[in-house]
Each structure stands twice: as structure tokens, then as C-alpha cells.
């Protein structure tokens, strides 16, 4: 199996007012460079193939401070779920893993590993939390809603 | 929702059968005074200016490009020197392209990105440094799509950066909250607009007929329906709603995502 990995992209942890332009520009320049790695492995390709897209935690729910990290997640995780449409037909699958904050490697990898066997085949443009929970109670950064006592 | 005394600023506001072109009438419908900003169509800008002075209110034309971070700044300097003040900042300035993923082209590609995403950057944040500094509070509100909740094929960048708009806004909620500024995202579904006019699937009768069937209201959007679910969100009744999305698309994504 055939498999290509993009992301996580990582920037600065600006706030949005503060964001200097070249930071956001480098921002797309990521996003243009990931788009068309994908572009050309899809080109390259036919059928047998399986791409796993790394977004960002603060994509699925915002984070105080990460709005370039999110807006690139963002960006990307809708490419790979209209990539998985248009590149069904030709057997290749595209999926969006969303990470811990940082990042955990191994369970990224892990998880694209698991996306690419054949007991995944008919699983596309799926967004996977591959993030030893969480998502669930985002333990770092932002104001998680916990109920005491 | 009333409006009054209030100044906005609306991107990619001066085309006849625009988006922009139906929220800088609905806000100034509602009492405000407008910038009307566009990329071109000066002529139609222009007009559209005077009309909005017909009806009572102060309104200017302001050609800039919201790629151009210079001109951004200097077209929210020019709503405060020459309407008074800022309150209301409406990003909508956007375009779009229809390519499979494997044709879109770097061209196409930097065009939608710069304009929708970069833009949108470039006016938020440069309103939102003159929101804060004014200390009044203030409302921000894009112009996002119903992509973002709903995969479109053939428009993976576009959609992409109606998604990025998504998250943008949402940090820009967080952020700006204590600054007593909302920000807030509509998503037009069809809306009779030029943009649509290159739309693959609007092309013949039977196209139209055949997208009219995916549309539970039973027919396209106006701008001015956009104009009035903006002018919400720039009210005073508005002022705890933030980072929320407000889908105005007669039903069309209902039960499809």
C-alpha cells in the first residue's frame, strides 16, 4: 500500500491580533506546498493508495492562541474530505487525523498505519480523533467546562 | 434590529447581484453608514454609494484590494477619518474556482486563497486593532459558505478556505470577547449572485431545475436575505453571540452532512 502523510503543520502560538504578516504568509505557503504534494501523489496514482491528512486540535475546538495552527487544520481537513470524494473511484483514500496538543507522534503514526490496511478500505474522508482522548477534555490550553465536586 | 449611528465597512460590496452589494444595503437599511469597498467595479461602487446617501445615510466608495495589507489598513483608516468611527466590519469579499484537485492549478490556488483566506485576514484583523483601540465593543462578521459544513466536489480549495474561515473566526471570538467584539460567520447556500453565474452546476435550465430539488425553500437566495441575517449579528440584540456560525441557506445543507 501506497500511503502519503501530510501535516502536523505547526506555527507560532501568536495571538490573532499580534499575527505578523510574513507568519501568516508563511502559513499558506504550507498550505499551498501540502495541497499540491497531495496533488501529485493523487496524479501519480491508481488505485491502492491511502493518505492520512494531520490537522490540529485547536481545528476541531478552538485554542486560545492557535489560530494559525487551526486555520491550516482547517484548511486541509476539507481538501482531504473533497480529495476522498473526487479520488474514491480511483481506490485511494484520504483521511484527517486530528492530533493531541502537542502532537503524539506515535499514536499519529499508528493510526495512519491502521487507515492504510486493508480493514480500512472503505474508509474515507473520515476525521479521526488520534488523540489518547483529547479532544474530549482538551487537558492543555483553553477553559475546559469541568464540573467540580 | 436597528441599526442607528452605527458605521460599517463591507468588502466586496459594489457588484450588482452580490453578496456584499445586499448586506451594505441591509445595514444601511437598518441605519448605518457604509463603506463600500470592492476590488473594481468602481462605476457600480459608486452608485451603489449614492444610492445608500439617497436613503439618509453617509456612505463612501473605497477601491482597495483586500490582498494588499497596506491598502487594507489605509481603507479602515479612511472609515474612521471619513464616517467618524468604526462599529460593524463585514469580510465578504471572496471569489471562487472549480477544479478537480488533480487539475487545480498554483494560479487558481493562490487567487482563492489570497483573496478568501488572506483577505479575510487582512480586513479582520486590521478592523479588529481599531476596534480595540476605540474601546467600544464592535462586531465582525464573514462571509463563510455552507462548506463549511459540507464537502463540495470540484471545490476542495474553495472550500478549504471557507473552512479556514471557520477556525479564524472562532479564535477571533475568543480573543476579542473581552474587547466586548463579536465575531460571527454566515453561510449562503445558492444565492442568486454573479459568482454562481460560473457555477458547473447552475449552467442550463435543467442544471438549475435539477439544483432547485436539493433546496428545500424551493428557490435561490437574495443578497439582501445575507444583508439581513448580518445586520442580526451586528446588532446590539447580538451582543453575547459569538463564534457562531449562521447558515442562510433555505434548508439546503439540512440532512446532507
Keep these: ?149 | 434590529v436597528s441599526l442607528e449611528g452605527k458605521v460599517a465597512l463591507v468588502t466586496g460590496a459594489a457588484r450588482e447581484r452580490g453578496i456584499g452589494r445586499g448586506i451594505a444595503l441591509a445595514l444601511a437599511e437598518k441605519g448605518c453608514d457604509i463603506l463600500v469597498n470592492d476590488v473594481g467595479a468602481e462605476d457600480e461602487g459608486e452608485e451603489l454609494a449614492e444610492q445608500i446617501r439617497q436613503g439618509g445615510r453617509g456612505a463612501l466608495f473605497h477601491q482597495a484590494d483586500v490582498t494588499d495589507r497596506a491598502a487594507v489598513d489605509e481603507m479602515v483608516a479612511t472609515a474612521v477619518r471619513e464616517l467618524g468611527r468604526l462599529d460593524v466590519v463585514c469580510s465578504n469579499a471572496g471569489v471562487a474556482d472549480w477544479q478537480e484537485l488533480v487539475d487545480v492549478t498554483q494560479e487558481s490556488f493562490r487567487r482563492q486563497v489570497d483573496v478568501n483566506l488572506t483577505g479575510a485576514f487582512n480586513v479582520c484583523q486590521s478592523s479588529a486593532r481599531v476596534l480595540v483601540a476605540q474601546g467600544e465593543g464592535g462586531r465582525i462578521v464573514v462571509t463563510s459558505s455552507v462548506h463549511v459544513q459540507m464537502a463540495f466536489p470540484a471545490m476542495s480549495v474553495y472550500g478549504g478556505t471557507k473552512q479556514g474561515l471557520r477556525a479564524l473566526v472562532e479564535h477571533m471570538a475568543i480573543e476579542l470577547a473581552p474587547h466586548r467584539i463579536t465575531a460571527n460567520h454566515i453561510g449562503p447556500g445558492w444565492v442568486r449572485s454573479y459568482i454562481n453565474d460560473a457555477s458547473p452546476a447552475l449552467q442550463t435550465d435543467e442544471d438549475v431545475a435539477t439544483t432547485l430539488t436539493l433546496i428545500p425553500a424551493g428557490h435561490p437566495a437574495e443578497p439582501e436575505d445575507m444583508g439581513n441575517a448580518v445586520a442580526y449579528l451586528a446588532s446590539d440584540e447580538a451582543a453575547y453571540v459569538t463564534g457562531e456560525f449562521l447558515r442562510v441557506d433555505g434548508g439546503f445543507v439540512v440532512g446532507k452532512y
Aim: proline share 5%; charged share 20%.
Design chain 1, 1 to 149: 500500500m501506497d500511503t502519503l502523510r501530510i501535516g502536523p503543520l505547526r506555527f507560532p502560538e501568536t495571538p490573532f491580533l499580534e499575527i505578523a504578516e510574513g507568519e501568516w504568509q508563511a502559513m499558506t505557503d504550507a498550505l499551498e506546498q501540502a495541497t499540491f504534494e497531495l496533488q501529485s501523489f493523487a496524479r501519480d496514482r491508481e488505485g491502492g493508495a491511502s493518505v492520512a491528512v494531520v490537522s490540529s486540535a485547536a481545528t476541531a475546538r478552538a485554542i486560545d492562541g492557535c489560530a494559525l495552527d487551526a486555520v491550516a487544520g482547517a484548511f486541509l481537513t476539507t481538501v482531504a474530505q473533497v480529495a476522498a470524494v473526487e479520488l474514491k473511484a480511483r481506490g485511494i483514500t484520504v483521511n484527517v487525523l486530528v492530533p493531541a496538543r502537542p502532537p503524539d507522534e506515535e499514536t499519529l503514526s499508528s493510526v495512519a498505519e491502521l487507515l492504510a490496511s486493508e480493514a480500512a478500505r472503505g474508509v474515507t474522508g473520515a476525521v479521526i480523533a488520534a488523540d489518547g482522548g483529547f479532544s474530549v477534555t482538551k487537558e492543555v490550553g483553553g477553559k475546559p467546562p469541568v464540573t467540580q465536586g
